[in-house]
């Protein structure tokens, strides 16, 4: 015949609570870090842009940003070798690599075509192989252009995109600059400020347009009188003309954007997807910007 012993329900609840806490007294012992095991990758770059005369792919790759020799710091290692194309459903553009010029006078290996101009509502598909890895794969496609137009509002002057719900954008960035001309060698040039779109009391600074889903920025009268004025004092030139634009942004874009940058968007970064990238095989983002703009008479919509 078993014997059964029956436990008071006080030593019950003071057994189950040992073994909670056991593990995480245990765990309490060990080093704690927010690094994971370091995986190298690709990473990809490359947003495509009518509005400029060729397109860009910027490749890297990853590297481990841990280093225990201070003396000898990792370097990173730039991928030098690679097959880039973009392709829509019409035709295969090739991308060739050329060495760039950056501002420091450092030498920046990228890929570019002089060929494609993106088309709105268009898929494209980015193909690019690295010997020693996988096929690297992405698709974005072309938003509609924003239509951007300009309405004197009291105290300012508001830049507004005219939305096209064909392809919507996922988001919209706008900017103004007050223009002057002025001859150099024989040739007229623009000479440009742009407009900030508000003061900072706090750092004393003006700041400028972010991309958000506003379909609409104002900028005031003060501020673009403040940035004539120094177009001609500092420029020597007279800002003649306003000129608008707005950047219709895909969803890819805009995404990046707002995790890189942004932080007044609740909806940018997913408990379940906190990386936002697109690419298959590597990191980063393909995406996808149309530019609309619009150019006036600064007389015609600033109150002097």
């Known amino acids: ?42 990473v990809v770059f490359s947003v495509l842009d009518r509005s400029m005369s060729y397109q860009v792919v910027r490749l ?5 940003a841990e280093s225990t020799n201070p003396s000898n710091p990792i370097i990173p290692d730039p991928v030098t070798e690679a097959t880039v194309t973009v392709a829509s459903s019409r035709k295969n553009f090739a991308f060739y690599d050329t060495l760039f010029t950056l501002s420091d006078g450092s030498k920046k290996k990228v890929w570019i075509n002089r060929e494609l101009v993106p088309t709105e509502g268009t898929d494209y598909t980015l193909t690019v192989e690295v010997p020693g890895y996988k096929r690297i794969t992405a698709v974005t496609q072309v938003p509609s252009r924003a239509y951007v137009q300009m309405q004197v509002v009291n105290g ?21 600059w007050v223009v002057g001309t002025k001859t150099v060698d024989g040739v007229d040039v623009d000479v440009r400020r742009e407009v900030p779109s508000r003061f900072n009391a706090i750092t004393g600074e003006y ?7 506003d379909k609409s920025v104002t900028f005031s009268n003060g501020n673009m009188l403040r940035v004539h004025t ?14 608008g634009v707005a950047y219709s942004f895909d969803q890819y874009l805009y995404s990046y954007y707002k995790l890189a940058r942004g932080f007044d968007d609740p909806v940018s970064v997913r408990q379940d997807r906190p990386d936002i990238s697109n690419i298959q095989n590597g990191v980063g983002i393909f995406g996808a ?8 008479r600064f007389s015609s919509v600033v109150q002097q």
């Open 1 to 42: 015949m078993k014997s059964v012993v029956t436990l008071p329900s006080y030593t019950v609840l003071r057994l189950l609570t040992l073994l909670l806490v056991l593990p995480i007294l245990t765990a309490c012992e060990n080093d704690f870090s927010p690094k994971s095991d370091y995986e190298e990758r690709i």
């Open 60 to 64: 890297e790759r990853t590297f481990d």
């Open 156 to 176: 300012g002057v508001r830049v507004a995109a005219v939305e096209n719900t064909a392809y919507p954008a996922s988001g919209y960035y706008f900017r103004m």
């Open 207 to 213: 700041e400028f347009s972010e991309p958000s889903r």
């Open 230 to 243: 120094a177009l001609r004092e500092d420029d020597g030139v007279t800002g003649r003309d306003v000129v």
């Open 289 to 296: 910007l149309f530019a609309d703009s619009v150019r006036v």
